[in-house]
């Protein structure tokens, strides 16, 4: 390439010439305790081992938050956005928040204007995601949350399935699929009823191993699966019972039980709706509206399986792999912010 073609893309932008150097200076500069290796001051974690990094006063100011994709196995931490109506954002503010967030400015008005509480972003320690609810206060932004993964997604024994229930004019007993533990709860004790609906799509394919070509796609089959579900809260603890229409025997429906699982299913959840409501537990079904918007912060999860090779013919090797998608993970996020703010209720509105 001709030397003037290389001057004309350099100088390209049109920028003016500054004096000042680019980048931080050597004394603005933070050393990870860890490593003892150099970071801009604009890092909350170390760029090279991944170690926190000591807050200063004077990098307080232009600290921002990475905000990098956790692995699966990671712990993060949730910028929950408690809505509030009354709020009136300048355009300073949103440009602001969509900058620190790291998101669109069409993603994050989808969120404030779904009028739900919603995930704003997911941090890798607690201390970006302090940083994140500061710089937003700072900005003037609509009140946030810092919520553990750890308090959305605990383990299995605190996420039971029940496959029976027995009602009562008192309350009803929840039977656990797989096993012989029954749960007893009186209609007054039932905080919160969650509804929603969990899918699964698969992809099933077969590619032919070229020599020398690029892999040449054979086979490719589709199957998906939904159901409805409805988790069930108490005032006893913080563990929740699960009901899968799919999966559920609803002989406590008595007369009132149907041929159709999903009639079944809606009429066991308009039961339950009426007895506990009665002592004043709530009902949200507001997680398939949201989806789309959960979905910016908490997307759906999906990994791809290989089923290793099988031979064709003489001389021609298929490989098999699966690719599985889900909205699980989602839904049991969401289902456990909706529980958390509500048994935490009272400590929310001091």
């Known amino acids: 390439m001709p030397s003037d073609e ?5 100088f390209a932008d049109g920028e003016p010439l500054r004096s000042e150097p680019r980048g931080f200076a050597p004394d603005q500069m933070v050393t990870c305790e860890a490593c003892l290796r150099a970071n801009a001051p604009t890092r909350t974690s170390c760029l090279y081992c991944a170690a926190q990094l000591p807050a200063t006063e004077a990098n307080a100011a232009l600290q921002k938050p990475t905000l990098r994709k956790l692995e699966k196995w990671e712990e993060g931490f949730n910028t929950i956005l408690l809505p509030d109506g009354s709020a009136q954002l300048s355009q300073e503010t949103f440009r602001q928040a969509a900058d620190l967030l790291q998101l669109k400015p069409e993603e ?10 919603l995930p704003l972003a997911r941090a890798a320690s607690l201390n970006e995601a302090s940083l994140i609810e500061r ?16 308090e959305l997604l605990p383990d299995e024994s605190m996420v039971k399935h029940a496959r029976a229930l027995e009602l009562t004019e008192d309350g009803f007993v929840a039977f656990a699929s797989g096993g012989s533990e029954t749960w007893r709860a009186s209609w007054s004790e039932v905080l919160l009823l969650v509804a929603g609906r969990l899918f699964v799509r698969r992809i099933e ?11 040449e796609l054979v086979d490719a089959r589709e199957l998906s699966a939904d159901e409805s579900v409805l988790d069930i809260y108490t005032t006893q603890n913080n563990i929740g019972w699960r009901i899968g229409a799919n999966n559920f025997d609803f002989s406590c429906l ?5 041929l159709v699982a999903a009639q079944n299913f809606s009429t066991l959840v308009r039961i339950l ?5 009665a002592g004043g537990s709530h009902y949200d079904d507001s997680y398939n509206a949201m989806r789309h918007a959960l979905s910016i912060v908490w997307p759906l999860e999906q990994q791809t399986e290989s089923r290793g090779w099988r031979r064709a013919r003489i001389g021609r090797v298929n490989t098999e792999a699966v690719t599985s998608s889900g909205n699980e993970t ?10 958390y703010l509500r048994a935490h209720q009272t400590e929310l509105n001091t």
């Open 330 to 339: 989602q839904f049991t996020r969401y289902s456990r912010l909706l529980y």
């Open 108 to 117: 994050l008005e989808r969120i404030i204007e779904a009028g739900k509480p």
């Open 205 to 215: 394919t077969e590619e032919r191993k070229g020599r020398r070509t690029e892999n």
């Open 6 to 10: 290389k001057e004309i893309d350099f």
């Open 273 to 277: 709706r009426e007895r506990a409501g």
């Open 135 to 150: 710089k937003l206060a700072e900005a003037g932004f609509m009140p946030v949350l810092t919520i553990s993964d750890s």
């Open 254 to 258: 008595g007369a009132q039980k149907g």
